[in-house]
DNA sequence: TAGAAGTTAGTACCAGGTTCTAAAAGCCTT
DNA sequence: AAGGCTTTTAGAACCTGGTACTAACTTCTA
């Protein structure tokens, strides 16, 4: 989730002793050794992404061309090349939430009689303790699902029955099959059946009512 | 949704005539008046807030000082600044997306008894043709809170029954109150109805079977 | 035709860096 | 104690994408 993750391999084996105490107690402040201090930027850049090389020196104690070469060497960006990662990473985010029209891709679709979504399960759809999807993922998945299967100007769930057949962890792919039960294009609300599957196995069952804007069929 | 409605304050009134037919023969280019250039760069802005001064030159065909006169007029930031502010919204989010451990703001919970929460549905809620809350989103709620509600380590949607009584509209404020069916901290399903209401009027009902994880009662 | 509005040019300066060279300091080993 | 290594510091030149300011030129308009 933070900032580091993106770009920063880090590998710190053993920590080091400590610094000539001679020099220690001239300067009047502990240094860290090399391993440490790199360890500590990593942490201060981390936890405030917008903070400068200078600033940097005044909490380390060392000049700035060591901070930077402790930059260089863990392949930490500039000031502002991180911050344009992170304009850019939210640009990216605000046009891909726009699309959001449906939850899960649709991979097939027959108007009036059946539909397939697949939605995978990632970090920010489960609950961090357990790693369990929350269900109204799982459901607004199905749901999208019935909805679009439905060949209508607008269509609105009316109701729904549920059940949650076993919990579905992060990483798992999830696939919803939707079959309209009832004839289409007469009824103005359709009954649909939304099966989930992870691999072979049925994770979720819903039975949807959805109501249709039978504009097309008056 | 775009970048300049963050900090763009934009009055176009009436357009004017074209350019000296003299000095537009000689460079070979039709330059805008200067009201259609500014909404121009606003647009290319817009659409690319990445784009340098230099680059707008190119594509408006003026000097590099004439549109940093014209982002200056229009209070439009520089190109690090646009980045910086940027990276702080989307570095908000990601802090405010970890918090999202439930949809609705919870206004009361009272354990194993009863609780309240708050939703307004705003645009990325809503069907864009019919401005009505996709359904998903009710049910999200409804359902963050009738896990909230169980006083227990792990509480996991285990089915659901749903009615949605009437669409409910962009704007409408969702206030959803759960109450816990059986009795606390012996079966290890409780039972939990929730009623969604706008005003007065109620919208949404649901009764939930949650599992939970009876660690705390053993 | 004068003056205002609009446009362009140029210089000095800024933050927050990179790149490179070089020297000093600290540490370890023989 | 000296040599050799790593680490740290220093400094100068340069970079991008600007701001701030002055000055002049062009175009429109009254």
Redo the contacts with the bound molecule.
């Keep these: 989730m933070s900032f580091k993750r993106q770009f920063i391999i880090r590998r710190f084996a053993e920590t080091e002793?400590?610094?000539?105490?001679?020099?220690k107690e001239?300067?009047g402040i502990e240094?860290?050794?090399?391993?440490q201090?790199?360890q500590k930027l990593v942490e201060l850049i981390d936890e405030n992404p917008f903070?400068?090389?200078?600033?940097?020196?005044r909490r380390l104690?060392?000049?700035?061309?060591?901070?930077?070469?402790?930059?260089?060497e863990l392949g930490i960006?500039?000031?502002?090349?991180?911050m344009k990662l992170m304009a850019e990473r939210s640009y990216d985010q605000v046009r891909s939430l726009a699309a959001e029209e449906v939850i899960g891709d649709i991979i097939d679709l027959q108007l009036d009689r059946s539909g397939i979504s697949i939605f995978e399960i990632r970090e920010e759809h489960v609950f961090s303790r357990t790693q369990i999807a929350r269900g109204h993922h799982i459901f607004a998945q199905a749901n999208s699902l019935a909805v679009a299967v439905i060949n209508d100007e607008i269509a609105l769930t009316a109701s729904a029955d549920l059940r949650f057949v076993r919990p579905i962890h992060l990483g798992e792919k999830c696939i919803a099959k939707a079959y309209v039960r009832t004839s289409p294009g007469k009824a103005w609300r359709a009954k649909v059946e939304v099966l989930s599957y992870v691999g072979e196995e049925m994770v979720f069952q819903g039975n949807f009512i959805i109501y249709r804007s039978d504009d097309k069929n008056r």
Tied chains: 1, 2.
């Design positions: 002793g400590a610094i000539s105490v001679l020099h001239e300067i240094r860290l050794p090399k391993r201090r790199q903070v400068t090389d200078r600033e940097l020196t104690k060392v000049s700035i061309q060591t901070i930077r070469l402790d930059r260089m960006p500039e000031l502002r090349e991180r």
